[in-house]
């Protein structure tokens, strides 16, 4: 699929917003991708990751891990586009440190590609790749259905990141924000409800 391509998915499931957002990072932006939009249809995202799986399999990941909420829909569609397990970090409710329970194990050496719905900051990989590299994973590569960094994430990580579609959307941190300083009310869409 082609940047283009996607972006269309995304803009016919009114998946990208224009407004006043709190991103999870907690910068603000006056776009919003809300992957979750596109998600709900199970056709989009078999489609979707089918098409990352072929930019990824190269890697030779052996597992494919990804943080809740965000990523579980794509972390699952990818693994079994690349026939490998999925699992998923969690956030601890009172420590909001990403943790992995559920049972889910990593064996000391196991190849893992980590994989979200969006990166803006590239924090809830960062953290969620650390938890499995603790426990003897390694990891070989980082992906996403859209890079909103215009493809500066690549500064992130120190693997291959792989992207299936790119957009460079502005944020700013809450005191430089321009949307504030207009007054137009901030928006917290997503998982996360906090201010």
Not at 57 to 69: K, N, W, Y
Not at 78 to 89: C, E, N, Q, W
Request: glycine share 8%.
């Amino acid at each position: 699929m082609t940047n283009e391509e996607v972006l269309a998915v995304y803009e016919e499931t009114q998946a990208l917003l224009k407004g006043h957002f709190r991103l999870s990072s907690g910068r603000h932006s006056d776009r919003y991708l809300q992957s979750a939009m596109v998600l709900q249809y199970p056709w989009h995202a078999e489609k979707l990751c089918q098409a990352l799986a072929e930019k990824v399999r190269p890697l030779g990941a052996q597992l494919v891990m990804s943080p809740a909420m965000g990523g579980l829909f794509v972390g699952h569609e990818l693994a079994r586009a690349l026939k490998v397990r999925a699992i998923f970090t969690e956030r601890n409710k009172e420590t909001d440190a990403m943790e992995l329970r559920r049972g889910f194990k990593v064996e000391k050496g196991e190849k893992f590609f980590a994989v979200e719905d969006i990166i803006t900051t590239g924090k809830s990989i960062k953290e969620s790749i650390a938890v499995l590299q603790a426990l003897g994973g390694q990891v070989v590569g980082v992906g996403c259905l859209i890079d909103r960094t215009g493809g500066e994430s690549a500064k992130f990580f120190e693997v291959p990141v792989r992207a299936l579609a790119s957009l460079k959307v502005e944020s700013w941190e809450e005191k430089d924000c321009p949307l504030c300083k207009q007054g137009l009310p901030v928006v917290k869409p997503g998982s996360r409800a906090k201010f």
